[in-house]
């Protein structure tokens, strides 16, 4: 299984935030995608997962064109955005139920990805009510209600506290054992250890980059 992004464009007005992006990855790998603040990281991934649309560019998966079939999106892609797209006012449990059926949702959170993202430790606690750490892995827990290919991330452990991080790294190295492909938009140098490729994005071309463990090379880079 195979996932290409070839000629990838999106302006705003006059502003070109990507140009001509594109890059390549098999099943069973992370893609590491760096950048500064405004660098475009974060339109590429809302583009893949159908939030925007491109200005042109191809997205390709198994050899399927997925931005003119957009339909299949959902049921391939899972989204992790930056931000927090839960419903404060509801709990864990009722978030989840408007994605999951209460059989399949009893038995993820007994031994699957929502037992491995230790969701069953709040349950019960309003979102307005819980830390950064609970709201993101009740929002990956979300998004992989359709046991998606492709698992697309923004920043996920920013700010986040050491058990939450490790809890989210163990599921996303189970993710690829299992065969998934992993898109993610980090500022995180713990991240980079996920990561089998990387990519620095800056004045809206995606470059290779080969992470050594030298920051300061790094830090110049982008």
Known sequence: MELIL????????????????????????????????GSGKSTLLSILAGVQKADGGSFLYQGEELFKNSRKIPSL?????????????LNAWDNLR???DKTTLRRELSQGALAMLGIDGFLKT???????????????????VAKPK???????????????????YRYLEQYKAQ???VLLATHDMQELELCDQCYILKAGVLEPYQYDGDLHHLAGKL
Do not use: F
């Open 6 to 37: 070839a000629g990838i464009r999106k302006s705003y007005k006059k502003k070109k935030v990507l140009v001509n992006v594109g890059l390549s990855t098999k099943a069973g790998s992370c893609v590491g995608i760096l950048g500064g603040n």
């Open 77 to 89: 892609l899972g989204y992790v955005p930056q931000g927090n797209p839960l419903i404060e006012e």
């Open 98 to 100: 408007m994605w999951y």
């Open 126 to 144: 309003p979102v307005y009510k819980m830390s950064g750490g609970m709201k993101k892995r009740l929002t990956i827990a979300c998004a992989v």
């Open 150 to 168: 492709i698992l697309v991330l923004d920043e996920p452990s920013a700010a986040l506290d050491l058990v939450c991080k490790e809890n989210i």
């Open 179 to 181: 065969g998934g492909i």
